[in-house]
């Protein structure tokens, strides 16, 4: 059973516009979500995280929208580049209990056309 | 400097041979976990550990084992290798609270 699921496995948008990537999970016990962003041939990398306290994260161009009720989350990415071009993953982990230990979506894979 | 290696980067073992895959990592993190990675399923946990001398069980242990004989060294050992256990694998070390900082991969075929 997936405990979060991503609904994309791929996504493609033209360079300029606003890439959504949905995430959604099962535990409501959950309250860390991080985004992992990963370049081919690269392990994944902290892009930006949300904690279920709040609704919203901004940082740049990135922005999670966070729904607890729904427990359904969104990555926006705005005016998209070429090279923002990568997997992006949804991830959850019960902070103060599961010591770090984080659940991950199957990933999407975005891509920016020029 | 790369904070967390691993070895090697690629892989070719047989069917029934032994596969260790090693990690280190230069944060002095306590928390190391090793993953796999299978188009389809994102990225699973298969060990984790909280510090030198402890393994714990992932969500998909079966047929792995690990080890971490110190603060900075975490291993991945598989005694019989299976082609099933053909993916790319990742070690990440974190503290508990805070993010995971990722190696670069191992991709591990076997045949």
């Known amino acids: 059973q997936q405990q979060v699921r991503q609904s994309s496995q791929s996504l493609t948008v033209w360079e300029g516009e606003t890439a959504i990537l949905n995430c959604s999970y099962e535990?409501?016990?959950?309250?860390?979500f991080p985004w992992y962003q990963q370049f081919p041939g690269e392990g994944p990398a902290l892009l930006i995280a949300?904690?279920?306290?709040?609704d919203k994260k901004e940082d740049g161009r990135f922005t999670i929208f966070f729904n607890k009720r729904e427990k359904n989350l969104s990555l926006h990415i705005k005016d998209s580049q070429p090279g923002d071009s990568a997997t992006y993953f949804c991830a959850a982990s019960e902070r103060n209990y599961n010591q770090g230990k984080l659940i991950f979506g199957q990933g999407t894979k975005l891509s920016i056309k020029p | 400097e790369a904070a967390v290696t691993q070895s090697p980067r690629n892989k070719v073992a047989v069917t029934g041979g032994k596969v260790t895959l090693s990690c280190n990592q230069t944060?002095?993190?306590?928390?190391m976990y090793w993953y796999r990675q299978d188009t389809g399923h994102g990225l699973r946990l298969i060990h984790y550990?909280?510090?030198?001398?402890?393994?714990e069980k992932g969500d998909i242990p079966d047929g792995y084992k690990a080890s971490r004989p110190s603060q900075e060294n975490f291993s991945l050992i598989l005694e019989l290798a299976t082609p099933s256990q053909t993916s790319v694998y990742f070690c990440?070390?974190?503290?508990?609270?805070?993010?995971?900082?990722f190696g670069p991969g191992t991709r591990l075929t076997v045949l």
């Open positions: 535990n409501s016990a959950f309250d860390y």
């Open positions: 550990s909280y510090g030198a001398g402890s393994t």
């Open positions: 990440a070390s974190g503290d508990a609270l805070d993010e995971q900082y």
């Open positions: 949300i904690r279920s306290v709040s």
């Open positions: 944060n002095n993190h306590n928390n």
